[in-house]
């Protein structure tokens, strides 16, 4: 299974820097999830193969280009978009950002081809099949209603936190895969603005170890994602001298493998 952060910041010569201030993962070059970026950072391979967005929540860092995405390929989509979330996330989306004021309601409209976007409702704890990949949802410790994920593609395992603080079913479910090859999770803030990340819904890089000592298997390997960028070299800093020498941070751009 390959999988790219795709990056949000670009120097002035066009090249993506690892700053990341959006969030959007791209799973074998056709399925997203989250569209921070979405409408900034594909290739015209990419942007002609992504027609399946998941959704983990409805912070704008996480679905801001979505709407961008949709309009620019309004009149080339063949089959709709389709945006899986939770029936909360969807309500969000619907009246807060595709609500004929910020943005048109995408789901209403069509192409001479047809919907250009649907919604696809998705539960907690239930499996649902996108292309050839299986996701579970798993409910997190946001300040929005979020869900961490599970992805397989009957070879690789990866999980995904997404944004959270300290949470539990997230690892009960984790702990219960047989083999997980890679976990994903985020570092928003440095140790010292510890009361901000908890206040937030988000993790340091000591609350990350914590995190990671509730885990069974100490052998798949760990990205950091989700650093802000004020605090990018000290939070890089912070991870590097937790005691879990198999993390590492994700590089905006650069194509992982399992």
């Known amino acids: 299974m390959k999988i790219q952060l795709l990056p949000s910041t670009f120097d002035s010569s066009g090249c993506a820097t690892p700053d990341q201030r959006l969030t959007c993962y791209l799973i074998d070059d056709c399925v997203a999830i989250d569209a921070g970026s979405i409408a900034l950072a594909l290739n015209d391979h990419q942007r002609?193969?992504?027609?399946?967005?998941?959704?983990?929540h409805p912070h704008m860092d996480h679905m801001a280009t979505l709407p961008i995405f949709i309009d620019d390929l309004f009149a080339l989509l063949t089959e709709p978009l389709r945006v899986y979330a939770t029936d909360e996330v969807i309500q969000i989306l619907e009246r807060d950002?595709?609500?004929?004021?910020?943005?048109?309601?995408?789901?209403?409209?069509?192409?001479?081809?047809?919907?250009?976007?649907?919604?696809?409702?998705?539960?907690?704890?239930?499996?649902?099949?996108?292309?050839?990949?299986?996701?579970v949802a798993i409910p997190v410790n946001h300040i929005v209603p979020t869900i961490g994920l599970i992805i397989n593609d009957d070879k690789t395992t990866l999980a995904f936190t997404s944004d959270t603080a300290t949470t539990e079913e997230f690892w009960q479910v984790v702990n219960r895969i047989k083999h997980v090859d890679a976990l994903f999770i985020e570092a928003s803030f440095p140790n010292s603005?510890?009361?901000?990340?908890?206040?937030?819904?988000?993790?340091?890089?000591?609350?990350?170890?914590?995190?990671?000592?509730?885990?069974?298997?100490?052998?798949?390997?760990?990205?950091?994602v989700h650093l802000k960028p004020t605090y990018r070299d000290l939070i890089v800093k912070e991870i590097s001298e937790l005691d879990k020498p198999k993390v590492q941070v994700m590089q905006p751009g650069r194509e992982y493998e399992w």
């Open 48 to 56: 002609n193969s992504v027609r399946d967005v998941i959704v983990t």
């Open 193 to 224: 603005m510890e009361s901000l990340a908890e206040v937030s819904g988000h993790l340091t890089p000591a609350g990350v170890g914590r995190e990671l000592a509730k885990l069974s298997n100490n052998h798949l390997d760990v990205l950091a």
């Open 97 to 135: 950002v595709f609500n004929w004021t910020v943005y048109p309601r995408f789901a209403e409209l069509s192409n001479e081809y047809g919907p250009v976007m649907q919604y696809v409702p998705i539960r907690a704890g239930e499996e649902f099949q996108v292309r050839h990949l299986k996701f």
